[in-house]
Structures are given as C-alpha cells and as structure tokens.
C-alpha cells in the first residue's frame, strides 16, 4: 500500500520558535518523489519542494530546511525562527513512480502566534 | 510564466442541480491536468487526470465527471449533485508524470 501519514494534526507554537513537521511515507517503489505544499487560509496550495528517492541530500532554503531519511520512510520540514505568516495547513505527499497520483497525508495545521 | 485559473470561486447550489466547474492553463502546452477535491479538515483525493485532449482517467467512482475539451482546459461536471460533493475543488497541472503539481486558487462548493 502507498500511504502518507503525518501524525501531528496541529501544532502552536510563538513567534521565533523552530518548529519540525513530521511525515512518514510507505511505498514498494525504488523510485518515487516527495512534496511538501502550503496551504494558507486562502486555500490555494503552495509549492514548497520536490525530492526524489535517490537523492537523500538535506535541503536548506531560507528558514525552511527538509531531512530526508530513506532508512526511516520519513521527509521531515522544519521552520526555523517561525512567523505569524508561517500559519497555515502544511501537506507532505507523494508521487509513486510511474503514476500520475499525488499521494497526500492529511495535512498538519501550524498556528504560529505573536 | 505559467498561470492556472479556476472558477467559480464560490458555489452554493441545491441537491439535485447540475454543476460545472473550468479550470484553464496559460503558458505552457500539452500539460497533464488534474482536479482534486479536499472535503473539511481532511486531504486531498485525486478525481480524475488528463495527459492529452479527450483523455480523462477516473480514479474514484462518483458521480462526477471531466472532460478536456482543448488542451489548457479542464472541466468537472455532474449531472445531479450530492449532499457530499461539497467540498473544495482544486484544479492542478504538471508538464508531465512524477513532476511538480501547481494548483490553482480553487472553488467552494456548498451543496444544500
């Protein structure tokens, strides 16, 4: 089975704190990508990062940094120094190779409070 | 730059009534186009995906449908809607399989 499962429904935390989302994929595939995606109360999703399966590289872009472990199934987002306009409903998801399906976890909602 | 549009923005409609739902795409050509739908407080299903012109794959039975009428268009209808088919409907194109999905701003549908 191809699943996405992000166990923290919603986090608070204040202004400038680091905060981590955890997601934890299962897939038989070799080859496979990851996402991560926005959603701010307007709705639309927002693009964050694309990973591939082999390349297991951390990635750092501005505050946001992604830790991919393949050894644990898990593609994690922190967000470092968190602001107001962090909040928002944060979804990992995954690509199966060979397939036009993006699967998505059900998504963590990040309330970041002045 | 590629842009995705959607609309309506808003939609509340009776059980029963028909629906139409566009979502177009400029600045790219043949791109691959999928509608989702994210029912409150839960994620996002996948419906159905178009790679070409006249090309609709169904990934969930329902009483939806698509067509792609021109190659940067997209259609969801339905003939009679449901008290379930409310949700948020957002459309979402790729330049082809595996690759980044961009969505557009999405429609609310409110089914009475």
């Known amino acids: 089975a191809q699943k996405v499962t992000q166990a923290q429904t919603e986090i608070s935390v204040v202004e400038k704190e680091d905060v981590t989302l955890d997601c934890v994929y299962e897939t038989r595939d070799t080859t496979y990508y990851l996402f991560w995606y926005k959603q701010p109360p307007s709705g639309e999703l927002v693009f964050l990062i694309r990973?591939?399966?082999?390349?297991?590289q951390n990635e750092i872009s501005g505050r946001y940094s992604w830790n991919f472990q393949k050894s644990t199934s898990s593609f994690n987002f922190t967000i470092t120094a968190s602001q107001v306009v962090d909040s928002a409903v944060y979804f990992c998801?995954?690509?199966?190779?060979?397939?036009?399906?993006?699967?998505f976890g059900t998504g963590t909602r990040l309330q970041v409070f002045p | 730059s590629q842009t995705i549009h959607q609309w309506p923005a808003t939609l509340v409609q009776p059980v029963g009534s028909p629906l139409s739902l566009e979502c177009t795409v400029e600045g790219t050509s043949n791109p691959n186009l999928y509608w989702y739908r994210q029912a409150a407080g839960r994620g996002l299903q996948l419906l159905f995906y178009?790679?070409?012109?006249?090309?609709i794959s169904s990934e969930v039975p329902q009483n939806l449908s698509a067509s792609r009428p021109q190659d940067r268009q997209f259609i969801l209808s339905s003939k009679k809607l449901l008290l379930s088919d409310s949700g948020f409907y957002l459309c979402?194109?790729?330049?082809?399989?595996?690759?980044?999905?961009?969505f557009g701003p999405g429609t609310r549908l409110l089914v009475l």
């Open positions: 178009s790679v070409g012109i006249g090309q």
């Open positions: 990973r591939n399966s082999f390349d297991e």
């Open positions: 998801a995954l690509a199966p190779y060979n397939t036009d399906k993006l699967i």
């Open positions: 979402a194109w790729s330049v082809r399989r595996g690759e980044t999905q961009y």
